[in-house]
């Protein structure tokens, strides 16, 4: 079988697997699965982010073991924890779907906790001052404030690692998921002589949805650049008097200690 007649028999299959006559695969699968991923820990890696700058020790430091341990783990030791701890715990058995889903949640959680904390400690301390000045509380000043333009600047990583989700769903192949990796050892097995061109197919589709993603990041890193404000200064004499009387009805000598180190 040559390579034109390969791809002519087993193209439907590559991209969606038995769909419509059976389950989501290929392709389309390894699409969904990232997406999916990436989606669901977000929220997770933002609250985990937050809690990395956080001013309690008592929150900062297990968010931080807890991070730097699942970023330090393999994702296959992940998938293997997920396959066999959730039906341990749900009492019943988790597809395959499901499994590597849950592991990639937890892998990818710990990879934008990071970004988030990056993105919040590349702002600029004059909005966290201003947002003091203007009496909001932490939570508020993070929630209105830091967090929107924090996330903005997140942009291109965000787009960067949903392509690292995207090679990082090929490990499913292990648990038997029919996404994309899976679906060419399929095909392989059915060629049996053609194992050069099935896997050089397989790698020049994950490039071109990598590049392609790593191409749109680039455009998203130019536009926010452009786009950008232009740097906060410090915040004016009038909103540091604003933030010290603020301070100051609540303890006068730690706000009047506070003003005069700023003002050295």
Same mark, same amino acid.
């Given at each position: 079988?040559?390579?034109?007649?390969?791809?002519?028999?087993?193209?439907?299959?590559?991209?969606? %697997?038995?769909?419509?006559? *059976?389950?989501?695969?290929?392709?389309?699968?390894?699409?969904?699965?990232?997406?999916?991923?990436?989606?669901? @820990?977000?929220?997770?890696?933002?609250?985990? %982010?937050?809690?990395?700058?956080?001013?309690?020790?008592?929150?900062?430091?297990?968010?931080? &073991?807890?991070?730097?341990?699942? #970023? *330090?783990?393999?994702?296959?030791?992940?998938?293997?924890? @997920?396959?066999?701890?959730?039906? @341990?715990?749900?009492?019943?058995?988790?597809? !395959?779907?499901?499994?590597?889903?849950?592991?990639?949640?937890?892998?990818? &959680?710990?990879?934008?906790?990071?970004?988030? #904390?990056?993105?919040?400690? /590349?702002?600029?301390?004059?909005?966290?001052?201003?947002?003091?000045?203007?009496?909001? /509380?932490?939570?508020?000043?993070?929630?209105?404030?830091?967090?929107? !333009?924090?996330?903005?600047?997140?942009?291109?990583?965000?787009?960067?690692?949903?392509?690292?989700?995207?090679?990082?769903?090929?490990? *499913?192949?292990?648990?038997?998921?029919?996404?994309?990796?899976?679906?060419? %050892?399929?095909?392989?097995?059915?060629?049996?002589?053609?194992?050069?061109?099935?896997?050089?197919?397989? &790698?020049?589709?994950?490039?071109?949805?990598?590049? %392609?993603?790593?191409?749109?990041?680039?455009?998203?890193?130019?536009? /926010?650049?452009?786009?950008?404000?232009?740097?906060?200064?410090?915040?004016? &004499?009038?909103? #540091?008097?604003?933030?010290?009387?603020?301070?100051?009805?609540?303890?006068?000598?730690?706000?009047?200690?506070?003003?005069?180190?700023?003002?050295?």
């Amino acid at each position: 079988m040559s390579i034109v007649e390969m791809i002519d028999t087993y193209w439907l299959y590559v991209l969606v %697997g038995q769909y419509p006559n *059976g389950p989501l695969g290929g392709l389309a699968l390894t699409v969904v699965l990232a997406a999916l991923g990436l989606l669901l @820990a977000l929220p997770l890696g933002v609250l985990l %982010g937050v809690a990395r700058v956080s001013r309690r020790a008592w929150l900062r430091w297990p968010v931080t &073991a807890l991070v730097y341990v699942v #970023r *330090g783990t393999p994702l296959l030791m992940v998938v293997f924890w @997920a396959y066999f701890f959730l039906p @341990a715990v749900t009492g019943h058995k988790t597809d !395959q779907f499901n499994t590597m889903l849950a592991a990639l949640v937890i892998f990818d &959680a710990a990879y934008l906790a990071e970004i988030v #904390r990056a993105g919040l400690q /590349s702002l600029p301390s004059g909005q966290r001052l201003a947002a003091e000045a203007l009496g909001m /509380s932490r939570g508020q000043s993070l929630r209105l404030v830091l967090l929107p !333009q924090a996330l903005r600047h997140m942009l291109p990583s965000l787009v960067n690692q949903f392509a690292s989700t995207i090679k990082e769903t090929s490990l *499913g192949t292990i648990i038997g998921l029919s996404e994309l990796s899976f679906i060419a %050892g399929q095909v392989n097995a059915q060629v049996l002589v053609q194992p050069v061109a099935v896997y050089g197919m397989l &790698a020049g589709c994950y490039f071109v949805m990598c590049f %392609g993603l790593s191409r749109l990041a680039h455009a998203v890193e130019r536009r /926010s650049s452009r786009q950008r404000a232009t740097p906060v200064t410090a915040p004016s &004499a009038l909103n #540091r008097f604003y933030a010290f009387m603020r301070r100051g009805l609540r303890n006068p000598v730690s706000a009047l200690a506070r003003n005069t180190r700023t003002s050295q």
